[in-house]
């Protein structure tokens, strides 16, 4: 359960503990992160990389779990000209850790249960991340609500959670 009452969001550590590669270009990133606060379907994280000469770099990425799961799941799409996407999805290793910062955002976020009225989510490409969140939480809580998703890519192989 997320409190309501506001907190100061810290950074805190992360640990890639599965990474499954969802496309040629998007991975998706598996973390036990030990004080996790909890979060909400449509919400997501800050992520902070440090070099070894101190310079830092921060991305935001979409949490794809459902609030119900143990672990948070990002979503990556490796952007050739990126700073951070080419580490996450092609050098980051189980056991290797992230600092986080989050859940961040409440303005677009599903919660089951909370209002009966259809769902019509639409994304695209990396867009579907947050409604993935969505998917899985409405899953997770066995919700009724009647749910569909609109998605579109630019092909078949691009097709995140095709699977």
Do not use: C, N
Request: hydrophobic content about 40%; charged content about 25%.
């Amino acid at each position: 359960m997320i409190s309501r009452r506001p907190r100061l969001l810290g950074w805190q550590l992360g640990e890639l503990v599965e990474l499954v590669q969802e496309t040629p270009r998007v991975a998706s990133l598996y973390l036990a992160v030990p004080d996790w606060p909890g979060h909400l379907a449509g919400q997501h994280v800050d992520v902070r990389l440090t070099a070894e000469d101190g310079y830092q770099v921060e991305r935001s990425y979409s949490i794809a779990s459902a609030p119900e799961e143990a672990r948070v799941a990002l979503t990556v799409e490796r952007l050739d000209d990126g700073e951070v996407s080419p580490y996450l999805v092609g050098e980051l290793r189980t056991g290797d850790k992230l600092e986080l910062r989050g859940p961040i955002g409440g303005y677009f976020v599903w919660r089951a249960g909370a209002d009966p009225r259809p769902v019509l989510l639409i994304g695209g490409g990396s867009g579907g991340v947050p409604l993935m969140a969505m998917l899985r939480h409405r899953a997770a809580a066995r919700s009724k609500t009647p749910t569909r998703l609109l998605y579109s890519s630019r092909t078949l192989v691009d097709v995140i959670y095709r699977d």
